[in-house]
């Protein structure tokens, strides 16, 4: 079996066969003519202008132009290249071509005139045809160009979605990562408390220092655990349509919202510090909300037990629909002869503050009258 044609090579030979066999026609019905030769070579001639048409549109349909109007077996050439022109060159470009070829045309009917019509009739007749052949090819041109445009706004809606998915994924990531330093920052810390106790208390009883190094060994095995599954989410293929940022969030646990305060409490209390908790909200507070809120509350936990180890913490909250969201979380500031505070990164602040204000709220820390204040407030839909 032959291989198929490229399609330039269908192009050639559809114009040496379409263009020869009407030009073939053409020189058919003038033979016998006393300009035989010169058809003969007009003949020849257009449709070597023909297939320049191909390459050289403009150039082609002027040759064949400038053969029509000696010779009707010009003809061909002359009409495929005012069509060549309409379809590839701009529209004015075209124009020109095509009233180039009805006023060769007009002299071939001055020169030759046909016996069977009249020269009217025969301007008519040319001059309708070069409109129409001016018309399908703008058209046709105008049909590709919006093809075109169709094919390059869906690559680009394309990519754009495909931007859009990284971006999602990519916060997605920042949250879950924002979200493995809370957690971890309060698990260990209590994990570090109980060690602690351990450190500075080898009289106590073997039962408490049991205990304690049973909280200890939980708290590490959950710290674990929250990592390998954080870090297991962040690490998973983007090749998948399932993956994607509400695929993520079907997997992993629930957000903690201010519901999960009084948990929060208990495990620091079990941690040996001392937590006292006020709720004076007036209605549910919505659960984007309440998940900023939460981490609030968790970070300054986690800074009163690493900075003011063994002092008491405040916490309050207070808003109500419509208005706004207030959380204040207080405890003194350590006494001159506390142990050292445990190395950090130092960003837990920052990060929440940022995170404070991506909720559209307002974060304050500061030390007063021998206290540590953290406030944020957070807006509280109607």
Not at 59 to 72: E, K, M, R, Y
Not at 163 to 188: G, I, P, S, Y
Request: charged residues 20%.
């Amino acid at each position: 079996m032959s291989e198929m044609l490229s399609p330039w090579s269908a192009a050639v030979a559809g114009v040496v066969l379409g263009i020869g066999a009407l030009t073939g026609a053409t020189l058919w019905g003038l033979s016998g003519g006393a300009l035989m030769w010169l058809d003969v070579a007009v003949a020849v001639a257009s449709l070597v202008a023909a297939l320049a048409q191909l390459w050289w549109p403009v150039p082609g349909a002027l040759a064949a132009t400038f053969l029509a109007a000696v010779s009707p077996t010009g003809t061909p050439a002359a009409t495929m290249g005012a069509l060549q022109v309409a379809q590839r060159g701009r529209f004015p470009l075209a124009a020109g071509v095509a009233v180039a070829g009805a006023a060769a045309h007009l002299v071939q009917g001055l020169w030759r005139p046909s016996s069977g019509i009249s020269l009217g009739w025969w301007l008519l007749l040319i001059c309708s045809s070069y409109g129409a052949l001016l018309g399908w090819g703008t058209l046709a041109r105008s049909h590709r160009a919006l093809l075109a445009s169709l094919r390059e706004r869906a690559h680009r809606a394309e990519a754009e979605q495909g931007r859009k998915v990284a971006e999602a994924r990519t916060a997605e990531r920042r949250k879950l990562a924002r979200e493995m330093h809370d957690v971890l920052a309060h698990r260990l810390s209590l994990v570090a408390t109980h060690a602690g106790a351990l450190e500075y208390r080898p009289d106590s009883s073997p039962e408490r220092l049991s205990r304690a190094a049973g909280v200890v060994r939980s708290g590490v095995h959950q710290a674990l655990e929250e990592l390998r599954q954080v870090i297991g989410l962040l690490r998973e293929e983007d090749d998948s349509s399932d993956d994607l940022p509400g695929g993520l969030s079907d997997r992993r646990e629930p957000w903690p919202t201010l519901a999960d305060l009084p948990r929060l409490a208990d495990e620091a209390r079990q941690a040996g510090q001392s937590v006292y908790l006020s709720d004076e909200t007036a209605g549910d507070v919505p659960p984007a909300v309440g998940r900023t809120g939460y981490r609030v509350v968790q970070e300054g936990l986690t800074n009163a037990r690493k900075h003011a180890p063994g002092r008491p913490v405040e916490v309050s909250l207070d808003g109500s629909p419509g208005t706004r969201l207030t959380i204040t979380v207080t405890n003194p500031l350590p006494s001159p002869d506390a142990p050292p505070a445990p190395p950090g990164g130092g960003v837990g602040l920052v990060g929440l503050t940022e995170r404070v204000r991506l909720a559209g709220g307002r974060l304050d820390h500061h030390e007063s009258d021998g206290r540590f204040l953290l406030r944020a407030w957070l807006p509280w839909p109607a």
